[in-house]
């Protein structure tokens, strides 16, 4: 099922089940600023619109029994307790998994390297020259043999831990399989009374892909929240107003899961200015890349600067995190892979709380430094393999910066 399948499945079911709208669920805050008489006949004219927005997507629905409703949130429950169950059943696995993991490290990295260095000590202890160096290597061995006794016992430790979890191995795979059975019945039982509700054909329609999206998008900002907005000067009202006028670009901002805290006029108004300093953002990846930064920083960023930068900027600039990104993407210094990316896919690449001159130089020192990292194929530790070879791992240090 696409993307906009499923958001259309979602926000009809929504509505004909008296959910609406799946936006909304995502509760905020009231607001807190205070709506001057232009704001108030705003909020009025955009709750009215709203209003008569329902009525209009209601009215070309199908109607749904009470029986079929329940059979919807029947199935949703049943997969959220499937969800649940299987969840449960993987932390017992992980346990085993868990526990080969450290079976493997005592037998391997420490017993192992203990061997080594006991080895590596005894051949130098045998070429020693002086009194003194001898004094020394022995309390080098007697350490390495301490460490590897602490090794053995870590591992007999292990072992038993290791070995009482397989005993509850098969119990776990045949409940694991129990649990996969009971989700994919949940999900088969969602998708059939979906069916049952009659959506079938309109989903397969994009009729009213522009009313549910406008529909989702004005009940996530609210009617107070895009007054509010709105109110602050002619400029600020019309960026509004183009918005809701553009199914096209509603319809984009849904799929990309909306702005942040439902801010859609601080969206518009990072996207315009974005715009403003760039003409290269309003084609192709680049424009994506515009859109979802807007999104992702309708409600500010904080920046995590280092200790000793006291006059760095509280927040991320989002018109300057966009160039920083299109410099590099015009370089080439970004992975071909970003191309490719969806709005929604570029709200994960620019929502760091890290200052754009960090990004520049992990790229340039990844490239310069460690080349090899950023061309495996093996994508699952491409740019990041530095923490187990160069870097130690813990975000703990970044106030090291």
């Known amino acids: 099922m696409s993307r906009r399948t499923r958001a259309v499945c979602w926000a009809v079911a929504a509505m004909l089940i008296g959910t609406m709208g799946v936006q909304a669920a995502k509760k905020k805050p009231a607001p807190a600023a205070p709506l001057s008489e232009r704001g108030l006949k705003l ?5 009215g619109q709203l209003t008569e927005l329902k009525a209009e997507i209601m009215k070309a629905l199908p109607e749904v029994d009470e029986a079929r409703k329940a059979a919807y949130f029947t199935s949703l429950e049943a997969e959220k307790a499937a969800l649940a169950r299987k969840a449960e059943v993987q932390k017992g696995l992980g346990e085993i998994k868990k526990g080969h993991g450290l079976v493997a490290h005592a037998k391997g990295k420490w017993i192992g390297g203990a061997e080594k260095g006991i080895a590596d000590t005894k051949a130098k202890l045998k070429d020693a020259k002086t009194d003194e160096e001898r ?11 301490k460490n590897k006794q602490d090794g053995l016992d870590a591992l007999k430790e292990r072992q038993a831990f290791l070995d009482k979890a397989l005993k509850e191995e098969p119990r776990l795979n045949k409940e694991m399989e129990a649990a996969e059975k009971a989700l994919a019945d949940a999900r088969a039982d969602i998708a059939k009374a979906l069916e049952d509700l009659g959506l079938s054909k309109l989903l397969q329609s994009d009729k ?7 529909h989702e998008l004005m009940a996530d900002a609210t009617p107070r929240g895009l007054a509010e907005f709105a109110q602050k000067g002619e400029a600020q009202e019309k960026l509004i107003e183009y918005l809701l006028a553009n199914d096209e670009l ?6 990309a ?3 942040n805290g439902g801010n859609y006029g601080a969206a518009m108004q990072i996207w315009q200015d974005i715009n403003t300093a760039s003409k290269k953002a309003k084609d192709g990846p680049l424009r994506k890349l515009a859109l979802a930064i807007a999104l992702e920083h309708a409600v500010p960023i904080g920046q995590r600067n280092p200790t000793a930068a006291t006059d760095a900027p509280a927040t ?12 590099a993407f015009l370089a080439g210094e970004l992975d071909e892979g970003f191309n490719d990316l969806s709005v929604w896919d570029y709200r994960m690449v620019v929502d760091g709380n890290e200052p ?10 990844l490239r310069s430094y460690r080349p090899d990292h950023i061309s495996t194929k093996d994508y699952r530790w491409r740019y990041v393999a530095a923490v187990r070879s160069d870097i130690r791992y813990g975000s703990q240090y970044n106030k090291f910066d």
Do not use: F, Q, S
């Not at 991320?316 to 410099?327: F, T």
């Not at 754009?356 to 020192?365: I, K, P, Q, S, V």
């Open 43 to 47: 909020e009025a004219a955009y709750a």
């Open 257 to 259: 899961d909306g702005a």
């Open 250 to 255: 509603m319809i984009e901002m849904m799929l």
């Open 208 to 214: 009213l892909d522009g009313k549910l999206a406008r």
């Open 135 to 145: 004094e020394e290597l022995k309390k080098k061995l007697a350490g390495w043999e």
């Open 356 to 365: 754009d001159e960090t990004l520049a130089w992990g790229r340039e020192m």
């Open 316 to 327: 991320i600039d989002p018109v300057k995190r966009y160039l920083n990104y299109e410099k």
